[in-house]
């Protein structure tokens, strides 16, 4: 059961990978986008880490994919676009080798490693204690362990979204570009008078 | 993994799979009916209020007026639009129902909450709960679910490529995101005061006797008035129901992100609509009204949890129709000063306060000096932003930023 639902999902995982990196028009890659993270999250369930499932569901699809494809909308930058010519020359090469690079690596970890390799498995990723609900291991762990890091984080975050707000709302010019001479009223007929020529 | 449901708990055998099967059957139909019923619902509670008639032909006082229509988009022709994106365009409204239908799954419907009872069934020998499932995650569930409820409205908009629809997506989208922020902080209060995140612990964490005997043990007191008020407000906003329903304000959008939509596609994302507002009454329930925790006066225990749950259920429902046809739409600024300088500061306020109680509680602090101190420091908070707010506003008038 847990295989076939694995199998399932990294079939999702990958086409949706695939989709993102292949797709023509931004908003179809967005959307393999969330096929791929939706993939990930069933996969977090199957290792029984439902608060991860649901975090990743809230945080990534949820919120920041929705931001992209609202930034894409804003700007219109949905539309279609050329794969034929790479924007910088080389660089799938390059991608395709690191690709395979890292393909080979981890291959060259399975078989040299045999057993004794992290595998994903549940004696390696399952819960602390078993009679409590991960939420709560989770919860304590942060707010006793790892408690500094997540103020540090918090902070972070909070310095972040101030600086965006500076950044966005920089003080407007006090002297502003006087306008061009055609467009300012110099008082002698009113603006809407146009000079006839001609006859209509 | 299948959270607190002692149905799944024990070996899983086939009269199991069957009652969950049975139960899977029974909320989606249940679901199905009160859509259908509450469309007729509002139709009419919304003609009385303006003095009308409303449906009255289609059966008796016209209740099969729904069942009609949705007939009718069966059979009407179905249009797709020559400039659309036609893959995303058929896609957007599944993207709607789905969610909604998910919601559901873990408001508990029914069950014996009183004296001491735990809210299960007996179903052929096998000892269950009321409601399809009880994840250990819960109402995160929910948050997750209204969450992603957003890309069908998003995608409508964008796919029908015209310009009334993607406005009335793009407003939809900021609507919904800058929502969910408040939302999420008063489930989360009631969270800290009941313990649990699962929707059955929340319920069980209301039942028994109450203050007194007859006060109930409701969050609604429990976590204090605002959140059920945020919550309420965050969730009008979060449905796009009125007075937030600047999404699809007719007099400027025509009909918003489903104006290239026609036939059944339409009806799907009209049913996902008013679906959408029968769950969030349902949660709204559970949050802060017990679900279907009561007393039992006579018969079967489960039966009245069942009832109790429905007169709460259709009592909010009648206060969304009841405000609806009452409020006038508010404007777009006014929409996001709501969200974001009033039920955000708000919510989070009650929440610091909420978990310096218990805080205190637990330490045997004086509760009182402690909640005095932090009232002081949340008025405190309060007078920075109020003094922020009008800085910004000053300057803005001034024409230094923009």
Redesign the interface.
């Given at each position: 059961m847990e295989t076939a639902v694995f199998i399932v999902c990294a079939l999702i995982v990958l086409a949706g990978g695939l989709g993102v990196v292949s797709s023509r028009?931004p908003?179809?890659a967005a959307?393999s986008l969330?096929a791929t993270l939706f993939g990930i999250a069933v996969l977090f369930?199957n290792l029984?880490a439902?608060?991860l499932?649901?975090?990743q569901?809230?945080v990534y699809?949820?919120?920041i994919v929705?931001?992209i494809?609202?930034v894409m909308?804003?700007l219109g930058v949905?539309r279609e676009e050329d794969l034929d010519t790479e924007p910088l020359v080389g660089q799938r090469l390059l991608a395709g080798l690191i690709g395979l690079l890292f393909l080979g690596a981890i291959l060259a970890i399975i078989i040299v490693g045999k057993e004794s390799i992290v595998t994903g498995s549940h004696s390696v990723t399952s819960a602390i204690s078993p009679t409590v609900?991960?939420?709560t291991q989770i919860g304590t762990e942060l707010f006793t362990t790892y408690v500094f890091p997540l103020e540090i984080t918090a902070g972070l975050l909070t310095i972040a979204v101030v600086g965006a707000v500076v950044l966005s709302?920089?003080?407007?010019d006090?002297e502003p570009i006087p306008e061009p001479e055609s467009m300012t009223d110099m008082g002698d007929e009113p603006l809407t008078a146009i000079p006839e020529e001609g006859a209509h | 993994?299948f959270g607190g449901d002692p149905l799944l708990s024990g070996h899983v055998d086939l009269a199991v799979v069957l009652i969950v099967i049975l139960k899977v059957v029974a909320v989606f139909a249940f679901l199905l009916v009160a859509t259908m019923l509450m469309i007729w619902f509002e139709r009419k509670v919304v003609s009385d209020f303006q003095n009308r008639v409303g449906p009255n032909t289609a059966g008796p006082f016209g209740i099969l007026q729904t069942l009609a229509d949705g007939i009718k988009f069966f059979f009407k022709e179905d249009l797709i639009p020559d400039r659309a994106?036609r893959r995303?365009f058929i896609l957007a409204p599944l993207l709607t129902v789905v969610p909604a239908f998910l919601l559901f799954t873990i408001v508990p419907f029914g069950g014996d909450f009183s004296n001491g009872h735990d809210g299960s069934v007996e179903i052929f020998g096998h000892t269950t709960y009321l409601q399809l499932a009880d994840?250990?995650?819960g109402i995160?569930?929910a948050?997750?679910m209204s969450?992603?409820a957003?890309?069908g409205v998003?995608?409508a908009g964008?796919s029908s490529g015209s310009k009334y629809p993607?406005i009335g997506?793009?407003r939809a989208?900021?609507q919904m995101?800058s929502y969910?922020a408040a939302l999420g902080l008063s489930v989360c209060a009631v969270v800290l005061t009941t313990g649990t995140?699962s929707t059955h612990g929340i319920v069980m964490a209301q039942a028994g006797s109450g203050w007194g005997g007859f006060i109930p043990h409701w969050n609604l007191i429990a976590a204090g008035f605002v959140p059920f008020v945020v919550f309420l407000l965050a969730s009008q906003a979060e449905l796009n129901r009125p007075p937030f329903d600047l999404v699809e304000a007719e007099q400027e959008l025509v009909g918003s992100y489903h104006t290239e939509y026609s036939s059944i596609r339409f009806a799907l994302f009209f049913v996902a609509e008013f679906m959408n507002s029968v769950t969030m009454a349902a949660i709204i329930v559970t949050l802060f009204l017990g679900g279907p925790a009561g007393p039992v006066l006579l018969g079967p225990g489960w039966l009245w949890g069942v009832i109790w749950f429905l007169l709460k259920m259709t009592a909010f429902l009648f206060l969304f129709v009841w405000v609806r046809s009452t409020v006038p739409r508010v404007r777009y600024d006014q929409l996001m000063d709501l969200g974001w300088k009033v039920l955000i500061p708000l919510s989070l306020g009650w929440l610091l306060l909420l978990a310096t109680f218990w805080v205190a509680r637990d330490q045997h602090w004086n509760g009182f000096i402690t909640v005095a101190i932090g009232a002081v420091v949340g008025l405190t908070g309060y007078g920075l932003l109020k003094a922020s707010i009008a800085t910004s506003k000053a300057r803005r008038l001034e024409?230094?930023?923009?």
């Open positions: 028009n908003v179809h959307l969330i369930l029984g439902e608060l499932a649901v975090v569901v809230i699809t949820g919120a929705v931001l494809l609202f909308m804003l949905d609900s991960n939420i709302r920089r003080p407007r006090l | 993994m994106e995303v994840p250990a995650i995160l569930f948050l997750a969450s992603i957003v890309y998003m995608l964008w993607l997506s793009v989208s900021a995101v969910e995140l024409g230094v930023v923009d």
